[in-house]
């Protein structure tokens, strides 16, 4: 049977008023579950990214090839995908469950609103299982401790942990790379990293947009190829390596995508 969160948020928690990053990823993604706050921030971003839109499909359609790399030529069938956002159809356990129905997903955002969808939304298959929690990525210690993920996913066996478009809400260098660390720790060998995030050196050239996002309370930094290259130190990278998330392994549809649109880079590892 499928799983949902445990508590309802309460409604004071929602902040509707404030843009959320969850929510102008969902109004660019052409998605209807945001507000006026978020929308103001997204049109503004988009005014000076034009590319914002294309960029943020791109992530998307990484995250679906990712997730069927893994669980077709990996074997993969445990998930711990932080930053999930609002969900978006095909859904992490959605791709890999249709591989494998017995696959185990745990989700986990800082949103309020995005666990009200979740438990809507974010359901599993009968055979496997789909939890969510809500924590926040600056919190390792809370996502590794939490009961759903204990619950739910298997520690002696491998895990992909996904921090796609979600690292650089930590700006501080240091911080992102003590969280990427300390949550691989536990994981055990043949486990793997799949990490996406903004590169300040892509064609696209982020800059502004980045400048924007923080006006609206957004904290968010971008990063140089060779410093995200560096969260996966320790790791055995899959093949392209690091790089424009729509070259990694791409299908038809990334082929068509032209470098100045897209600004966000990635890399899948696996952990020795």
């Known amino acids: 049977m499928p799983d949902t969160a445990d508590s309802e948020p309460r409604s004071a928690d929602l902040r509707t008023d404030v843009a959320h990053s969850a929510r102008v990823y969902d109004y660019l993604l052409g998605g209807k579950d945001n507000y006026a706050a978020d929308r103001e921030a997204a049109e503004e971003i988009v005014k000076i990214a034009p590319y914002m839109r294309t960029s943020m499909r791109a992530s998307r359609n990484f995250m679906v090839r990712v997730a069927r790399h893994?669980?077709?030529?990996?074997?993969?069938?445990?998930?711990?995908d932080i930053g999930t956002g609002?969900?978006?159809?095909?859904?992490?356990?959605?791709?890999?469950?249709?591989?494998?129905?017995?696959?185990?997903?745990?989700?986990?955002?800082?949103?309020?609103?995005?666990?009200?969808?979740?438990?809507?939304?974010?359901?599993?298959?009968?055979?496997?299982?789909?939890?969510y929690i809500q924590a926040d990525l600056a919190e390792p210690d809370a996502i590794l401790t939490a009961p759903e993920l204990h619950e739910t996913l298997n520690l002696g066996e491998p895990i992909a942990l996904c921090l796609l478009t979600v690292i650089h809400f930590i700006p501080d260098d240091g911080e992102a790379q003590r969280i990427v660390r300390r949550l691989m720790e536990p994981l055990p060998s043949g486990s793997f990293l799949?990490?996406?995030?903004?590169?300040i050196e892509s064609a696209a050239n982020p800059s502004r947009a980045l400048k924007k996002h923080n006006e609206h309370?957004?904290?968010?930094?971008?990063?140089?190829?060779?410093?995200i290259t560096s969260f996966f130190?320790?790791?055995?990278?899959?093949?392209?390596?690091?790089?424009?998330?729509h070259h990694w392994r791409p299908d038809e549809e990334a082929r068509k995508i032209d470098d100045s649109q897209v600004s966000v880079y990635g890399g899948v590892a696996r952990k020795p």
């Open 86 to 131: 609002l969900p978006t159809s095909p859904n992490l356990h959605e791709v890999v469950q249709s591989v494998d129905p017995t696959a185990r997903i745990v989700y986990v955002d800082n949103d309020p609103i995005v666990l009200v969808h979740a438990r809507a939304l974010l359901t599993s298959t009968p055979q496997g299982r789909s939890r």
């Open 70 to 80: 893994l669980a077709v030529d990996h074997g993969i069938r445990q998930y711990l």
């Open 194 to 199: 799949a990490l996406s995030t903004i590169n």
């Open 217 to 227: 309370g957004i904290r968010a930094k971008g990063r140089t190829k060779a410093q």
């Open 233 to 245: 130190d320790g790791l055995e990278l899959l093949e392209p390596g690091v790089t424009a998330v």
